[in-house]
């Protein structure tokens, strides 16, 4: 006790501190189960040799504190334990190195490389173990410290530094492929491991060293050990991020290799189905079957399980992976036993040439991008990059451009397309349309360019240019005069999530003195799978107002009606594919028949969209709809030709 009571003791108190930390990081270390790697396996190399410089930093420090306590620690004994913890100090350097190289997933395959590596390491404890018995560069005081002979001191350093100089070059050239936080937690590791030496010479002590060593293994357990944003705790499978990770590391160190891909068709809706906990049992069984075709850490699973994705454990060599590719099938062709229950699962397969194909994580993301859209037509072949159209993401690029300045070019403009309602025979509403027209290009679908200005974020000034728009079509035309009680503004699940939406919305009424009721904004079934706190929020607070809402593209979705019947939505809009396909066929008829009548026990307003032709609106007044949009009537006008439409037609 005294001796930790002593204020001479700190260091003795220093290494003690030093010991715990190691033993947390330890325990933490040991406490993530279920994943295995050689990151993890090096790492735990490190938290051992750390330990033993600790220990045997603790024992020189208590001989020297307590002086040569001859039954305790002999000056022989002290000897040995310096020594000892030169040499696990030298044995660091070498983990720190291979730390690294797992951690970019750097394998120095030859094995003449592995001795290259192993080579400086062998070198300092050769040499210092020499001296044992020559005391050619160092010898002991009578206070048991090691003093040196520098020249000699230095050569045995001079491996260490090279060490340094190979670890500094990998993180120059690899650390921009890491999150900042963990840049930043690989550096530290680095400077602090370097600080070793001047703080060695400096303070003559190892205990400041030791200590930082400690610290910087509980960085690193917290960082780069920490697997949850890596991995699915369930299944072991990668996520993105470990997705996109491994694929710049492969691109940095030049790699040839191939990813096979599989994509689940509408795996999200099937798990609505048997509830998420299945859904994760599922994937646990997926990834034991695929593990075999990859090495472990190089199965990743995107999107909740829509995507999984592999390195297979080949060379990018053609056959193998058709191979690997018909066994996949052949697996998938039978059922999944999840709880009891037979699932039957449609994939569809692709594979990904890098870096041939696809050299950076930006053209990944296009690829990415094109896959998804090519899989919606589902294919049973083999899916290459060749085979997608790479001319929709050049044409993605060009309107991802002309989107970001299409507000201050003044390429957009709000088209009305007015809305019959036979009950009064009059054109009562209108939907809010928007166009865009480029001087090269022409006119560009809204179909096409929202989804993109959702993706790079102009969609809220677009959608605020919409709605002021139309308030002031509102407030500066005679429409409201020529009857119309209301226009129909779309609004954009990105804009449904914004916390200041009501905010907004009452601002803009204000400025044009817009009442609610002239107002009704347009939500659709997609905004219904992913509904969240702050959307329901806003739905409430824009109907407490008085703005009505409709459910738009009624019938197109997989939704659950029960909880859509809850939301406060006063008109449903029966799709126009829903209305064209039922005067094609007799059952695409009696399924817009049925919608029809779900409709209308919910006690809501149709509203049929994409009405074309004069027998269509005939057959759907006769089915008791409340309002027609379409052609048939009007095309969406420009708000001039707007006006004169309703002149023309209500006046
Ligand atoms: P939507 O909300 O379903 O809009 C109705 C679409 O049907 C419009 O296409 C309209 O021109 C078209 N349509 C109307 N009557 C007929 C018809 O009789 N036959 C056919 N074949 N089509 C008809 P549009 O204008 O190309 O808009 C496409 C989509 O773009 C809209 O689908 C909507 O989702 C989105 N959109 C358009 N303007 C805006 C906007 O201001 N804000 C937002 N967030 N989305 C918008
Ligand atoms: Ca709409
Ligand atoms: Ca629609």
Known sequence: MEILTNPQNHSIVFSIASLLLICVTFIIHISEENYYNKQR????????????????????????SVGPVERFIGYDENKYIVIA?????????????????????IEPSKSFRKILLLLPMLYSVFFFITGVFYDYFFYFSPEGELEYNYYQGATVNFPVILYFIF????????????????????????FLMLAGIPIRILTKSSSIFEFSVSIVLLICVYTFQNPSEYMDRDSGAGTRNALSFAISTNLIQKKEFTLLGIHIDRYSSLLGEPGMETGSDLLVQISQYLQQFCQAGNLFFLETGDYIMLFPNVAPDETIIQKTEEQIRKRFRDNWNVKGKNLRLFETPFALGFPEEIDSLERFAEVKGVLDKTLLKQSREIIRVSDLNMKIVEHDKKIDNIVKHALEDGLLEVFYQPIYEPKTGRFTSCEALLRLKDP?????????????????????????????????????????DLGL??????????????ANLSDNVQATMKK???????????????????????????????SDIGITFSMDDFGTG??????????????????????????????????????????????????????????????IIKLG??????????????????????RDHNG
Not at 43 to 55: E, H, K, R, T
């Open 440 to 480: 090269q290009l022409g006119f560009i679908s809204p179909a096409i360019f929202m989804p993109i200005a959702e993706r790079n974020g102009t969609i809220l000034d677009i959608d605020r240019f919409v709605l002021s728009s139309v308030c002031e079509m509102l407030s500066t035309t005679p429409a409201r």
């Open 41 to 64: 396996s090096v790492f735990g190399g490190i938290i051992g040799v750390a330990f033993m410089i600790n220990i045997m930093g603790l024992l020189h420090n208590i001989f020297l």
């Open 485 to 498: 009680e209301y226009a129909e503004v779309n609004l954009s699940v990105v804009d449904c999530i914004q």
């Open 85 to 105: 913890e030169k040499i696990f100090t030298y044995i660091l350097p070498y983990f720190s190195i291979k730390y690294v190289m797992s951690i970019f997933k």
């Open 512 to 542: 044009y003195q817009i009442n609610p009721s002239e107002l009704n904004f347009e939500i659709t079934e997609t905004y219904e799978q992913g509904i969240t706190a702050v959307m329901n929020e806003n739905i409430e607070k824009l």
């Open 167 to 190: 670890a500094f070059y990998l993180l120059v050239r690899y650390s921009r492929t890491l999150s900042s936080e963990k840049a930043i937690a690989i550096w530290i590791y680095f």
């Open 558 to 619: 997989y939704s659950n009606l029960a909880r859509i019947a809850t939301l406060p939505v006063k008109f449903f809009k029966l799709d126009k594919s829903i209305i064209q396909a039922a005067f094609d066929s007799e059952i695409s008829y009696m399924v817009m028949l049925n919608l029809i009548k779900i409709i209308k026990s919910l006690k809501k307003e149709i509203v049929a969209e994409g009405v074309e032709t004069g027998e269509q609106a005939r057959q």
């Open 625 to 646: 709809c409340d309002h027609i949009q379409g052609f048939f009537y009007a095309r969406p006008l420009p708000k001039d030709k707007f006006i004169e439409f309703l």
